[in-house]
């Protein structure tokens, strides 16, 4: 079993819809959870980061935790042909040196 | 500001060869991590060099070495290559925090593929 599941899409969705990514992890000494977007022949991007549960936003971005159910969130809103690209939800545990466990990523097309 | 500069961009070499990708972090950073991506898969965690050393490594073979230069630039080194080790290679840079996570800014990758 992999320690961080997110399901792989392909999620297609019409421009102005709202966006709901999610991933699983099994590893509850995670306590920094984040997103990256990863464009076409592109490295990742960090879009979100959150320490411990709670949610966080930023712009049409929203972040969830639930630590109690290992289960993180990403919504978008407003979802626009820009936002089409890979998800990958990323975890860690704390300490400076940190090695980052990443999910497959969900692979997201926003039609106009 | 450059950010991470990974070079070269794509690479193809033959099964049981070796080969040698570079990286220079981003200004300010002072950690480098490598991460191996295959087609359709997330980033895999290779190893993290910080002050010249190897600090954490993840699942993979001695094939897989690294270096980490006095002006944080690093190299990743794949000997024996097999056709199992095509993949995008990721160079992420951070700056290690005593307390808290250095998040990660990641290069566009080298495209590597065996043949």
């Known amino acids: 079993q992999k320690e961080v599941e997110q399901d792989p899409g392909p999620l297609s969705v019409p421009e102005g819809a709202i966006v709901s990514l999610n991933c699983t992890y099994s590893n509850s000494a995670f306590q920094y959870f984040m997103w990256y977007r990863q464009y076409s022949r592109k490295g990742p991007e960090l879009l979100m980061y959150?320490?411990?549960?709670g949610n966080k936003e930023d712009g049409r971005f929203t972040a969830q935790v639930d630590k109690s159910s290992k289960y993180i969130s990403l919504f978008i809103r407003d979802s626009q042909p820009s936002d089409s690209a890979t998800y990958l939800c990323a975890m860690t545990n704390s300490g400076g040196y940190q090695k980052v466990t990443f999910g497959t990523g969900t692979k997201l097309q926003v039609i106009p | 500001d450059a950010g991470v500069t990974q070079s070269p961009t794509h690479l193809i070499k033959t099964r049981g060869q070796q080969v040698t990708l570079r990286c220079s972090p981003k200004?300010?950073?002072?950690?480098v991590s490598w991460y191996q991506q295959a087609l359709g898969q997330g980033p895999q965690f290779i190893f993290q060099?910080?002050?010249?050393?190897?600090?954490q490594r993840g699942n993979f073979p001695d094939r897989f070495s690294g270096h980490q230069f006095p002006n944080y630039s690093s190299e990743l080194n794949v000997n024996a290559l097999l056709l199992g080790d095509s993949a995008l290679y990721l160079c992420a840079s951070s700056l290690a925090l005593r307390d808290s996570v250095g998040t990660l800014h990641f290069g566009n990758g080298t495209r590597l593929t065996v043949t």
């Open positions: 060099y910080y002050e010249e050393e190897e600090r």
């Open positions: 200004s300010g950073h002072d950690t």
């Open positions: 959150t320490y411990s549960s």
